[in-house]
């Protein structure tokens, strides 16, 4: 059974930074992508990041220069460190894991998801 668990999150100013976790377990990293998703209330659920099993990773264009995604498959855990945080970024991040497609981020493309971590960013 695979479970994710992301941790990290929290209340920082605009312009801060925060780094998230995922600890996964029961998956195996070799075969799939991994990704980050956000949802702010009423709003889609986007894709910020993805990372391949080789290290990979792919980017929205909202977060290129300020997100970085890493991994420590010896851990099984899944890193977002996020800079130069903005308001409009509250969210709910989410770890996603069992992505079908390389680098994807859509959501449809993901089999597992967390219970997410709350970001917030005051102005």
């Given amino acids: ?6 941790s990290g999150g929290g209340s920082v100013q605009s312009g801060g930074s925060l780094r998230l976790s995922c600890a996964a377990s029961g998956y195996t990293y070799s075969n799939y992508c991994m990704g980050w998703f956000r949802q702010a209330p009423g709003k889609e659920r986007e894709g910020v ?5 080789d290290g990979s ?20 855990t899944l890193y977002l460190q996020m800079n130069s945080l903005k308001p409009e970024e509250k969210a709910m991040y989410y770890c996603a894991a069992g992505g079908r ?8 493309d993901y089999t597992y998801w967390g ?3 709350q970001v917030t960013v005051s102005s």
């Fill in 1 to 6: 059974q695979v479970q994710l668990v992301e």
């Fill in 49 to 53: 990041a993805a990372i391949d099993s």
């Fill in 57 to 76: 990773t792919s980017y929205a264009d909202s977060v290129k220069g300020r997100f970085t995604a890493s991994q420590d498959n010896a851990k099984n």
């Fill in 101 to 108: 497609l390389a680098l994807s981020l859509r959501r449809r």
């Fill in 115 to 117: 219970q997410g971590t």
